[in-house]
């Protein structure tokens, strides 16, 4: 029996985030979602984790990051969260499994590059379809096989049609990890036969340690002034990174202006 991976969704693309340092992502690993980490952990150790798992969440909260850290602790092997004191992917990782994951040179992982790669935009049947030769292929090495399919909602409907039917013909010890940040636009056939997990903005101590790792020289009001204008530490980001300092040091200027014509307007009136 063959199996497949698959109404059109995209009217037009999404804001196309600035890719991370991949050097930093494996220094720091997964930035907050601790107790998403946990549950996904707890259900890998009891042999609980659903064949295709959807992450959804904003736009710039770490989805992508988070499934390709998922992908090592399955790659890696059998999970013991009774030896770790802290129930985090990052801990669940063998260093070489790591280095082949962000090398994108890890036999048993399909992984695509999603958003950073505007060019495969809308996804079509030809994505599914590989992923679908990848699973029915003997595996490189013993154990899992991982496939990373980011943008869910970018894919065009032959792509969800090939994908429904994998879905209903899940390979053995094969495991999709998807993202979205709409699910919405999804058909309901494809979001009833995958377990969702939601993830959210970080906090604000974790949102700045995620700028910083990326800006290390921004300052404290540079820093005030992202998060307010977006809690998606990605979007701020990308703000950041198209212009968002110059737009900025404008912007205080307009202030300062606006603060001085204020305090002579008070003090000829009052």
Known sequence: MTSGFGKDVLEEPAMVLPPQDASLERRHGVRGHKEAQARVLN?????????????????????????????????????NTSLRSEKT??????????????AHTHPNLWDDQGEDNPQLFPYKIETIRSVSSFFQKTAGIEGARVALLPDLHLFNSQALNALLKGLEEPPCRSFLILTSHKPGVLPKTILSRVHQLRLGYPDTLTYEVIIRQQVPEIDGQTLRFLKSFSPSPGLALACWRLGGETHFQRYERLLLIILQDARQTATSTF
Do not use: C, M, W
Request: proline residues 6%; glycine residues 10%.
């Open 43 to 79: 259900l890998i150790e009891a042999n609980r984790l659903p064949h295709a798992l959807l992450l959804t969440g904003p736009q710039g909260i770490g989805k992508k990051l988070f499934s390709k850290q998922l992908a090592g602790v399955l790659l890696s092997g059998r999970v």
């Open 89 to 102: 992917f990052e801990s669940f990782i063998s260093p070489e499994d790591e280095k082949h994951i962000y």
